[in-house]
């Protein structure tokens, strides 16, 4: 994927100034004319780069550096002809941004480099290499992934034909990232570790809740209405949505719930209600509890059959674990 100046700052005609990388993001700065210039932090996934903050200076850039400190967040320095911009911003340990490196390295076919890297990562402590593996299983998770911003890929796209694709990426990311853990012997180095086996279940679990979210979006196209109407109820009751939206709105909140793969399981009990939300005596009432169990049951369903499938991994890795 190409990082156009259009999608880094919003212009056309301009040059990249600066860039540079730490870990698995980077800091590029766009110079639009001699009075100003724009910096992006990009986030760089397997599947693709991703625009995660813009922000403009009133000022050219003379000089870009960036380093990652051990207390886990990023400092950016930037040198001006009127002096020097100072940002710090959380971005995770050392630890997991090694680990989100040889990931990169991992997906990019550069297995012996990646091996390598992790275990550096796990020579530095259990408990923080521990804590990174279960961070970035929970970020992929719920990664808003590309087709959730305004992009070129997206230009002109139906809201339905994103939220399938974001899931379908979703779940090679997912498929890629226990293959990694596997084939990088990451397992293998932290097996006998204390929260080593929960780590491996929630990765696992990972899959399952990305196929149990593939079954709701299936079963969506089904009764749209319906789960419009308890998406939207879902997330007026955590306060994230006014109580009457528009269509557009609508949209957007299908694909921010399609988006949070770690608490799909949320909209079950709102649906398991969609009866009692029918006029007493109405001939839909029947319709409307089977459709709710159909629901419940191909949500399960889906998850015990990635289960079974052993999680998409190969005989011999699958083997070493218990099922969650």
Known sequence: QVLTPSILCGTTAMDICFLARVGFSAVVVVGTDMERCVMSKVEMLPSGMKVVDK???????????????????????????????????????????????????????????????????????????????????????????????????????DADVMTRHLLFDKAREMRQWLMFLFECKVWHSIGSWQGAEEAMHVACEACERVAAASQLRELDDYQPRVFADAIHRLFAEEGEASGKV?????????????????????????????????RLGSDDVVNAVQFANSVTSGFMSAALDMRAKAWGLPAEFAASLRPP
């Open 246 to 278: 528009g269509a557009e709105e609508l949209s957007e909140l299908r694909k921010r719930f399609y988006s949070r793969v770690s608490s799909c399981e949320r909209l079950l009990p709102i649906l398991a209600n969609y009866p009692r939300t029918l």
């Open 55 to 157: 922000r403009e200076l009133k000022a050219s850039a003379l000089a870009l550096g960036v380093t990652l400190d051990r207390g886990a967040s990023t400092r950016v320095v930037i040198v001006t002809p009127y002096g020097v911009r100072d940002y710090v911003e959380d971005t995770g340990s050392l630890e997991q941004a090694s680990l989100r490196a040889a990931y990169g390295l991992y997906a990019s076919g550069q297995e012996p480099r990646a091996t390598a890297m992790v275990q550096r990562v796990l020579e530095r402590g259990e408990q923080q290499a521990l804590d990174s593996i279960n961070e970035i299983t929970r970020e992929l998770l719920d990664h808003p992934g590309l087709g959730v911003d305004d992009g070129a890929r997206w230009s002109g796209v």
